[in-house]
């Protein structure tokens, strides 16, 4: 220990004495030292105080060849690690972030949640991934991101990273293809992902998880095509679409954005039975209220739902005549939505609630939604 501190502290009047080529040359003893040696934590930490301090010194292409050097060495110091691991170059952060042992799970959840989207796609190929960290890549990664982790069979992913994933996928086949293919995927949320996925994707799954396939063919498809049968093509879409929106309901995930996602798309049983859900209203007055062409019973849903103004936009496109509406149209629907009371909306949508449990049918005699 005492010759390594000596040699170090060489290294170090080198390093305030030198020039920047001495320094790198420094830089290089140094490294050679460690990956020749074998060496205690302490010492280790010694040759990362001296290394770290010479990084500092040297360019990017220098800070990209020592990355490399000591990405694989299970030895390699810890700070030095870090500090190559949140540099702003991907080609210094790149090799660490992707195979060094020496970054923990706090270090990469914090690079995952600061750094850029190449510094989450070279975490995302890590050999294993915790479901702390994965759960920050399915949050915050682009789609590049999200399908080089859901690939990636060494990560683990918690319940609300996988859901956040198979929400992803809803509108990305590769995605999907890639996450109905992980052995650890659970089974409630695999028939969600095949319940959105495109027909090519879904044989193809269907082929490759036959397990998982039989138990929905059984207790899903076989139900839809009864409903099929006796109520015509129409009721499997609305079968599909009740239940995929009914699990998001039961996991806490029908939200505002949710519905907005929803009307965007022209998805209009999701949305009928999405806003049913969370009004407590008869889908069949939520209908009405969508395609009515006096709007202010919809008005008054969204107001009472606490949802945006672009969110009842959204909805007001939706329930129009080819999704088509003038300038002027909407303007006087936002100055009628501004003017609502949510109190007020609340209290007609309490009234329908009670009409419902009632048992009674119709929507007459209702109270006006009031401005303020």
Same mark, same amino acid.
């Given at each position: 220990?005492?010759?390594?501190?000596?040699?170090?502290?060489?290294?170090?009047?080198?390093?305030?004495?030198?020039?920047?080529?001495?320094?790198?040359?420094?830089?290089?003893?140094?490294?050679?030292?460690?990956?020749?040696?074998?060496?205690?934590?302490?010492?280790?930490?010694?040759?990362?105080?001296?290394? =770290?301090? #010479?990084?500092?010194?040297?360019?990017? %292409?220098?800070?990209?060849? &020592? +990355?490399?050097? @000591?990405? *694989?060495?299970?030895?390699?110091?810890?700070?030095?690690?870090?500090?190559?691991?949140?540099?702003?170059?991907?080609?210094?952060?790149?090799?660490?972030?992707?195979?060094?042992?020496?970054?923990?799970?706090?270090?990469?959840?914090?690079?995952?949640?600061?750094?850029?989207?190449?510094?989450?796609?070279?975490?995302?190929?890590?050999?294993?991934?915790?479901?702390?960290?994965?759960?920050?890549?399915?949050?915050?990664?682009?789609?590049?991101?999200?399908?080089?982790?859901?690939?990636?069979?060494?990560?683990?992913?918690?319940?609300? =990273?996988? #859901?956040?994933?198979?929400?992803?996928? %809803?509108?990305?086949?590769? &995605? +999907?293809?890639? @996450?109905? *293919?992980?052995?650890?995927?659970?089974?409630?949320?695999?028939?969600?992902?095949?319940?959105?996925?495109?027909?090519?994707?879904?044989?193809?799954?269907?082929?490759?998880?036959?397990?998982?396939?039989?138990?929905?063919?059984?207790?899903?498809?076989?139900?839809?095509?009864?409903?099929?049968?006796?109520?015509?093509?129409?009721?499997?879409?609305?079968?599909?679409?009740?239940?995929?929106?009914?699990?998001?309901?039961?996991?806490?995930?029908?939200?505002?954005?949710?519905?907005?996602?929803?009307?965007?798309?022209?998805?209009?049983?999701?949305?009928?039975?999405?806003?049913?859900?969370?009004?407590?209203?008869?889908?069949?007055?939520?209908?009405?209220?969508?395609?009515?062409?006096?709007?202010?019973?919809?008005?008054?849903?969204?107001?009472?739902?606490?949802?945006?103004?672009?969110?009842?936009?959204?909805?007001?496109?939706?329930?129009?005549?080819?999704?088509?509406?003038?300038?002027?149209?909407?303007?006087?629907?936002?100055?009628?939505?501004?003017?609502?009371?949510?109190?007020?909306?609340?209290?007609?949508?309490?009234?329908?609630?009670?009409?419902?449990?009632?048992?009674?049918?119709?929507?007459?005699?209702?109270?006006?939604?009031?401005?303020?």
């Amino acid at each position: 220990m005492n010759e390594t501190k000596s040699v170090l502290r060489d290294l170090e009047d080198a390093i305030a004495r030198g020039t920047a080529d001495s320094r790198e040359r420094a830089l290089w003893h140094a490294t050679d030292l460690l990956l020749a040696g074998r060496y205690c934590e302490e010492e280790i930490s010694t040759f990362g105080e001296v290394i =770290g301090r #010479l990084a500092d010194e040297i360019e990017v %292409e220098a800070r990209a060849k &020592l +990355a490399d050097r @000591l990405a *694989r060495i299970e030895y390699s110091p810890a700070s030095v690690i870090r500090k190559l691991a949140f540099d702003d170059e991907i080609w210094v952060a790149g090799p660490v972030l992707r195979e060094s042992e020496r970054l923990d799970d706090a270090a990469l959840v914090e690079n995952a949640s600061t750094k850029s989207q190449a510094h989450l796609l070279a975490i995302a190929e890590r050999k294993s991934l915790s479901p702390e960290v994965t759960d920050v890549l399915a949050r915050r990664g682009d789609r590049e991101v999200a399908t080089a982790v859901a690939r990636n069979h060494g990560a683990q992913f918690s319940g609300s =990273g996988f #859901l956040h994933m198979v929400k992803r996928a %809803e509108n990305d086949s590769i &995605l +999907a293809e890639h @996450l109905g *293919r992980r052995l650890d995927i659970p089974r409630h949320l695999f028939q969600q992902l095949i319940a959105k996925a495109s027909d090519d994707v879904g044989k193809r799954l269907a082929s490759e998880r036959p397990e998982l396939m039989g138990e929905i063919e059984s207790s899903v498809a076989n139900i839809a095509g009864d409903l099929q049968s006796k109520f015509g093509p129409g009721s499997r879409n609305y079968f599909v679409a009740k239940r995929t929106v009914t699990i998001q309901h039961r996991l806490g995930n029908l939200q505002e954005s949710t519905i907005a996602g929803y009307a965007t798309a022209h998805k209009v049983d999701e949305v009928t039975i999405g806003l049913s859900l969370l009004s407590g209203l008869p889908v069949d007055v939520v209908d009405r209220a969508l395609f009515d062409r006096n709007r202010e019973m919809l008005l008054m849903l969204a107001k009472a739902l606490g949802f945006s103004w672009d969110t009842m936009m959204a909805l007001a496109f939706l329930g129009a005549r080819e999704h088509k509406m003038t300038a002027g149209e909407l303007d006087d629907l936002e100055r009628d939505y501004i003017r609502l009371h949510t109190q007020t909306s609340r209290s007609v949508l309490e009234f329908y609630q009670t009409r419902k449990n009632a048992g009674k049918s119709g929507v007459k005699h209702a109270p006006r939604a009031v401005a303020h």
